[in-house]
């Protein structure tokens, strides 16, 4: 007979369950040579951490921690971060997360750090998620409590919500900047969350319009809401800048609608003063595009005698956010701008595959310019920060966007980020097609002329395939017909000028169809570099917009002796954007596109006698099919008669790979464990 299997006591669960405790804090400490603050109270709460330290905070002055107004205090702006200076005979700057001493076991500084954080948050002085609000709500009670377990507990999940919270982690950021000295220890640790930002400390932000191109009624209410609630016309300009300032919309959502209705139902003495005003008391140079689109779309607004003076705003927009000046660097505000919303794309993008795009890009621009609006207003921060922060993230994104690979829903936005260099000057210019006569283009300076002319030029180039007509409802500045500008200011011009206008306009209409872009991609090399350059740009640009270019695309690359002739020889830039767009369209499409695409081109690693080539399409290969999630292409590769060649090339990626294996997401991770593990590389 089966004698009863004997259960084991709670006390006997209990003793196992606190032996493997210990070996498991045991085993963590001798792995770390230091343990944050969150895991020693979380240790403590556990009972598993029972040596005595120093409380957490006792070295802060309660005093200045209390009083906003301390004399001690380092003036800052508001934020999780306190800065004050000590008594000693030689004060001492103290630099304080406040956030962390939720943690201390010393209730009068815990109690003070909460309030230190409600206080400011409760005011609006700074922005947290919806999530830390919901958290700091939900843990009020315990943090103020006396006892251990409960406090411990409801101070661990607040202090981990600032910590994950992106929004706080932008205050830290700003504020250590403010700093003199820097905070560099805490700007190194807070830069990261705001350049890197994970989906968990954005999901619960929401935007006043989620997705503009599909939410045109919510539009109109924001701006109703902003009509009704403003108290002057700066006020309602202030405003429209917060809620959708952000982005280039179309006239029907722009600001200058914002302001022909204020005006239409408010006595304003001097509707020019009072816009400039706001102008120049507005921070970055996103205002100075919204102040120039008022006067540019409603000219009967603009005084006698100042159409010069627009005309000169509206130069500066064009040759600071449209071309790099020939000297100094007023371009760099703008460029910051550009690169952080790609940069932002690129790495929402590959952290959420199968999504919108539409709301993906509209997140991306709405937390550049909060990040933007963070440094220092002025070009030469503008430039530091760009080329020593964004850079190297926005190549990291790019990197994993590629091998990500993503599925992301088309979106006009989306190809704005990706694929316009100069998003703010094309779309002021894109506006100036209804008003182009009444704003006298022909009574301005020769000179005035001149850098227009050129500054268009510069647009049109850079944005093709530029809008040809405008759709019924646009969204966007840019959907408006940039070609009616150009149209229009061509007839003002001397023939030479008028010529070089009228064929630009008439490449674009040919470069807006499908059959157009495939034509002259199947004789790319017969064109310069430059014009080689400008037809893979429109190619880019169709492939985010139009999904009709698949089938035309198909049959160029189909062509074995094209690819030998073009992939297997242009410029290395060429090459790079040529894949780029295959990348594009290859996400979008399965069939052929996932299982011929990879062999096309190592058909051409096969042939190419370069090193360098072959390194570069080996890496396509990867990508390609990385993103078909096949083998067969790499594996043609690396045990046909040529396998030396590519083994070494092959290692040399997953080095690459695994040395920022942290930076993936966890999805493409898994991809690539998978993908070795194919290959036989693991």
């Not at 530091?384 to 829903?409: C, D, M, T």
Request: hydrophobic residues 40%; charged residues 25%; contains cysteine.
């Amino acid at each position: 007979m089966t004698q009863p299997e004997e259960q084991p006591s709670l006390e006997d669960m209990h003793n196992v369950l606190r032996g493997m405790q210990v070996r498991m804090r045991n085993c963590a400490l001798r792995n770390c040579d230091h343990i944050d603050f969150r895991t020693l109270v979380a240790l403590q709460d556990l009972n598993l951490f029972k040596e005595h330290i120093e409380p957490i905070g006792a070295n802060v002055d309660l005093e200045v921690l209390r009083d906003p107004n301390h004399p001690r205090r380092i003036g800052l702006p508001p934020g999780p971060l306190l800065t004050y200076l000590t008594q000693d005979k030689e004060p001492i700057r103290m630099v304080i997360e406040v956030h962390v001493l939720l943690l201390s076991e010393l209730p009068d500084i815990r109690k003070a750090a909460f309030t230190y954080l409600d206080r400011q948050i409760s005011d609006k002085s700074f922005a947290v998620t919806p999530k830390t609000l919901e958290v700091l709500d939900n843990t009020r009670t315990g943090v103020m409590s006396e006892t251990p377990h409960i406090w411990r507990v409801a101070a661990i999940a607040l202090c981990d919500a600032f910590n994950d919270d992106v929004l706080a982690a932008l205050h830290m950021v700003q504020q250590c900047l403010k700093c003199e000295p820097v905070v560099q220890d805490i700007l190194d640790k807070y830069v990261p969350r705001v350049l890197h930002p994970v989906v968990p400390s954005l999901d619960s932000i929401a935007l006043e319009v989620k997705n503009p191109e599909l939410e045109h009624p919510r539009l109109l209410e924001v701006m109703a809401s902003v009509i009704r609630d403003a108290e002057s016309l700066k006020d309602a300009c202030s405003r429209y800048y917060a809620k959708l300032g952000y982005l280039p919309l179309a006239p029907p959502y722009s600001m200058s609608e914002v302001v022909s209705r204020w005006i239409a139902g408010h006595t304003t003495a001097d509707v020019w003063a009072e816009v400039w005003q706001w102008e120049q008391g507005a921070s970055g140079p996103i205002p100075r595009y919204h102040a120039c689109s008022v006067f540019i779309l409603h000219p009967e607004l603009i005084p006698d005698g100042r159409l010069p003076e627009l005309w000169q705003v509206v130069l500066g927009v064009l040759n600071e956010s449209g071309r790099k000046c020939a000297e100094g660097m007023a371009h760099e505000p703008y460029a910051l701008r550009r690169d952080l919303a790609r940069h932002f794309v690129y790495r929402l993008e590959a952290q959420l595959p199968d999504n919108d795009g539409a709301s993906i890009a509209c997140f991306a621009w709405w937390f550049t310019e909060r990040l933007a609006s963070v440094f220092p207003n002025n070009p030469e921060s503008a430039q530091f920060y760009r080329k020593n922060w964004v850079k190297p993230a926005a190549e990291q994104s790019a990197h994993i966007w590629l091998a990500a690979s993503p599925h992301i829903g088309r979106s006009f936005l989306r190809y704005v980020t990706a694929a316009v260099s100069s998003p703010w000057a094309t779309a002021l210019l894109a506006l100036m097609g209804n008003t182009m006569e009444r704003l006298a283009p022909q009574e301005q300076s020769v000179e005035t002329q001149a850098l227009f002319n050129e500054s268009l030029l510069y647009c049109l180039i850079g944005s093709l395939p530029f809008s040809d007509e405008s759709p019924a409802d646009p969204t966007y500045a840019q959907e408006c017909a940039l070609s009616k500008t150009a149209r229009k200011w061509a007839a003002l011009q001397p023939e030479d000028k008028r010529t070089a206008l009228e064929q630009l306009v008439a490449i674009n209409r040919t470069l807006c169809s499908v059959e157009g872009l495939c034509d002259a991609l199947r004789s790319l090399t017969d064109r310069l570099l430059d014009d080689q350059i400008a037809v893979i740009l429109a190619l880019k640009a169709k492939a985010y917009t139009d999904p009709s270019l698949a089938s035309g695309m198909w049959e160029v690359l189909s062509d074995a002796e094209w690819r030998q002739r073009v992939l297997g020889s242009v410029d290395d830039r060429v090459l790079g954007l040529i894949i780029e767009v295959i990348a594009i369209i290859q996400a979008d499409n399965r069939g052929k596109w996932f299982s011929l695409l990879p062999h096309y081109i190592a058909e051409l690693c096969e042939k190419t006698e370069d090193d360098n080539r072959r390194r570069q399409l080996f890496l396509y290969v990867i990508h390609t099919s990385l993103a078909s999630n096949t083998v067969s292409a790499v594996l043609r590769l690396l045990r046909g008669g040529q396998n030396a060649k590519y083994i070494p090339l092959a290692k040399d990626y997953r080095e690459r790979v695994e040395a920022m294996r942290e930076k993936y997401p966890k999805w493409v991770e898994g991809k690539f464990r998978g993908f070795w593990g194919s290959l036989g590389l693991v």
